[in-house]
């Protein structure tokens, strides 16, 4: 089972032959493209994509133009079927509808790197606190820092900083590279932040000839007194939503099936609504897509570990 699910996410990771296609059709006539979306490339390595920045913006515009081809056929469809007047209106339809959805295609696909690489450094702010100590301690048994990254590799998870520890470990044994450059290389695939100062950190400590143990431990102190003062300002907005909470999903509606009942007595409708619907409306609709609501808001708020 273990090995099935490594293989499909091997699979996961690899890039697909869709991409290859699209970059032997597209690359000669895309280069153009290149140097106007550079800032891609950083974003790609940044999120540990693993798929070259060519390639992926090849791949960008054969999505592109494959939903521009189904966006006419939808227009061409649409105007079969439907009377659209003036009939000039019913002639752009098709290249409209396709030129929309093709920029809208284009778009997303220019955003999915830059959301990665914001996921991927919210998920490495809340691995640190947890992995810095572990280091701590192999540091203490005295392990060299290639041999730290090694432990960290053979780690049975998915967690943002144990793949890193892999990719280290793959450029050391696999690629030939040296500790420093490995994580060098690392570091320019890592979005700035706490743990791009930590692995800049650790590689000076390293060439120094500097207590490892020693660095781990002052930087975990850092990162813990960081992580109580994120914990004390989530704890202070929790209590806010809570408030919001009271008011929003029991205050609000008691106040407003009072006012309703009052009102009733003197008119049976509302602004032409009656008022047993709008009663209805707001026991199941406004008051559950509310509660919805406030449990997403509430679930991006608290840390996740």
Same mark, same amino acid.
């Given at each position: ?139 203490? $048994? *005295?392990?060299? #820092?290639? =041999?730290? !990254?090694? +432990?960290? %590799? /053979?780690?049975?998870? &998915? @967690? ?47 060439? $120094? *000839?500097?207590? #490892?143990? =020693?660095? !781990?431990? +002052?930087? %975990? /102190?850092?990162?813990? &007194? @960081? ?57 199941? +609709? ?20």
């Amino acid at each position: 089972m273990k090995m099935a699910a490594t293989k499909q996410k091997q699979q996961e990771e690899s890039v697909g032959a869709i991409h290859v296609y699209s970059y032997k059709l597209l690359n000669d006539h895309i280069k153009f493209l290149y140097p106007k979306l550079k800032p891609l490339e950083k974003s790609i390595k940044q999120a540990m994509m693993p798929i070259p920045f060519e390639v992926y913006v090849s791949s960008m515009v054969f999505f592109s133009l494959i939903a521009g081809v189904c966006g006419v056929v939808i227009g061409l469809i649409a105007t079969q079927f439907i009377n659209i007047q003036p009939v000039i209106i019913a002639y752009l339809l098709p290249p409209v509808v396709g030129m929309a959805l093709m920029a809208m295609i284009f778009g997303v696909l220019q955003i999915i790197p830059p959301v990665k690489v914001k996921n991927r450094s919210t998920k490495l702010l809340e691995e640190i606190p947890h992995f810095i100590g572990y280091m701590s301690t192999l540091a203490t $048994s *005295g392990l060299s #820092l290639e =041999e730290i !990254f090694k +432990a960290i %590799a /053979k780690e049975e998870t &998915e @967690e943002d900083i144990v793949r890193d520890a892999r990719f280290i470990t793959r450029n050391i044994e696999i690629l030939g590279m040296d500790l420093i450059t490995a994580v060098k290389d690392l570091i320019n695939r890592t979005p700035p932040g706490p743990y791009s100062e930590l692995l800049e950190g650790a590689i000076i400590t390293s060439q $120094s *000839g500097g207590d #490892l143990k =020693e660095y !781990f431990n +002052a930087t %975990a /102190k850092v990162q813990l &007194e @960081e992580k109580k003062m994120l914990l004390q300002k989530t704890t202070e907005s929790l209590g806010s939503v809570a408030e919001i909470y009271t008011i929003l999903l029991i205050v609000f509606p008691l106040l407003a099936v009072i006012m309703l009942s009052i009102m009733g007595i003197m008119s049976p409708s509302l602004g032409g609504f009656d008022l047993l619907t709008l009663m209805n409306i707001l026991t199941f +609709a406004v008051i559950p897509l509310s509660g919805v609501l406030m449990l997403v808001m509430m679930d991006t708020m608290v840390p996740k570990r």
